[in-house]
């Protein structure tokens, strides 16, 4: 979300797993952001919704017929995907605002108690936890334009935190402390720890035995799996004056040997995934992209922020094949599942799009989106930036933010099995859409 001083925000073909198995955040450890089961074109009703009292920004994956997701109420849930009752709760110290994954039978999740928990997926019980050096958001004097400029403030659109991938046995994810860590999957024994520049917050994808992950430094590194060594770092912008213009919330997609993310930098990148060179970019006139792109049929699908836009780009050249206006920013991430592309927009809407003209198929939106208490959206769902952020003095930009997420802002990606579309709200509930 590109801010000034004044804080006005007017601001290639893939294999994907069967519905059963999306038990990674994006749907695959390469974080490909396609599924095989088929979302509806028609919208007819909610099936249930699961009230956890606090903010969702976790995606659901799916384990057994169940959903695990995280609240910001600090619990991990396990949901009945049929009923939408609860199966087991486990308790963390902190907002769980990450993505679980779900391997070997044992579900991963990160807290921001700082501590990665790995619990038993079908019953809840904690099987062990491992201590980071501790979770925060991303900070910075004067960030946004905020004032007064001596001032550090921590980023309130600093949404999420890593969310685990697991590959080869290990737990790989990101961490505020500066590091990418690797665990071993059965134990949570630390096999090795990266130093970047920054807070990272990225979910690493996984691919031909690297991690690929982008942090708050502006740099988007590849990993040896095995040993955590860097093989290479790409630099994107930075912005030393208000630091707005950089860094990577987008997490990467790895497909046919190239890397796929988007930037605070106003830029979706291309890299050769074997030296870290760029094939291409994109340039979104300044406006963040912190949604993960989803790759399928030579072309990728991407949403911005400021101009709260739904892109989608030619795989091999980064050309613009169409593009359509979602009326608010997105920060969740879109989901192909068939012939359907859903997005999730921080109006609390979501919208089903034909994936091969990009036709608006239907929308769901929040109970708490419709009631519009304070006026926070304008008629057309935009946001009502002048009344949102009036001032960029002391706290004005975080109550800015929050009031913004009143309206069930759409942070979660959404999951589909069995013709049943899944996603987490602000609002504090978990949908279930048919």
């Known amino acids: 979300m590109k801010c000034h001083l004044l804080i006005a925000l007017g601001l290639a073909a893939t294999t994907a797993l069967p519905a059963a198995a999306q038990g990674m955040y994006r749907g695959d ?60 709760m486990l308790a963390t110290h902190g907002p769980v605002s990450s993505t679980p994954a779900v391997a070997g039978g044992r579900v991963y999740a990160l807290s921001f108690d700082g501590r990665l928990y790995a619990a038993n997926a079908a019953t809840g019980e904690l099987l062990w936890k491992f201590a980071t050096e501790g979770e925060r958001r991303f900070e910075a004097r004067g960030l946004h334009g905020s004032l007064p400029r001596t001032q550090t403030f921590a980023d309130p659109f ?54 690929y992950v982008g942090g708050w430094d502006g740099k988007l590194y590849a990993l040896d799996a095995r040993t955590g060594a860097q093989v290479w770092a790409f630099q994107a912008g930075v912005d030393p004056l208000m630091h707005n213009q950089q860094g990577f919330q987008s997490s990467p997609a790895v497909v046919n040997g190239v890397v796929f993310s988007g930037c605070r930098d106003g830029h979706v990148y291309a890299l050769d995934a074997a030296t870290g060179r760029e094939l291409w970019n994109h340039n979104t006139n300044g406006s963040w992209v912190n949604s993960s792109p989803a790759v399928s049929a030579g072309q990728v699908h991407v949403a911005t922020s400021d101009t709260a836009l739904y892109k989608v780009l030619d795989a091999a050249t980064g050309q613009l094949v169409r593009e359509h206006g979602v009326q608010a920013y997105v920060f969740g991430s879109p989901t192909i599942a068939g012939d359907v592309v859903l997005v999730g927009v921080l109006n609390g809407v979501l919208q089903a799009r034909d994936k091969a003209g990009g036709a608006l198929l239907w929308e769901f939106q929040t109970e708490a989106s419709r009631a519009n208490r304070g006026w926070v959206l304008t008629a057309d769902k935009r946001f009502n930036g002048s009344l949102l952020y009036a001032s960029n003095w002391h706290e004005g930009m975080a109550q800015g933010a929050e009031r913004q997420q009143a309206v069930g802002s759409f942070f979660s990606t959404p999951l589909v099995a069995n013709g049943v579309v899944y996603i987490g709200s602000a609002d504090g509930r978990m949908y279930a859409l048919e």
């Open 29 to 88: 450890a390469a974080h490909t952001g396609v599924l095989q089961a088929q979302a509806p074109r028609q919208f007819k009703r909610v099936k249930w919704s699961f009230p956890t009292g606090q903010r969702i920004v976790s995606s659901p994956v799916w384990h057994e017929g169940a959903l695990l997701f995280g609240s910001d109420d600090g619990n991990l849930y396990s949901v009945d995907a049929a009923s939408g009752r609860q199966r087991w």
């Open 158 to 211: 600093d949404t999420y935190l890593s969310s685990p991938v697991v590959a080869e046995g290990r737990v790989y994810f990101g961490s505020s402390d500066g590091h990418v860590y690797a665990l071993d999957a059965a134990s949570g024994a630390l096999v090795w720890k990266q130093r970047t520049g920054d807070v990272v917050h990225a979910s690493p994808a996984y691919a031909d035995g690297r991690i």
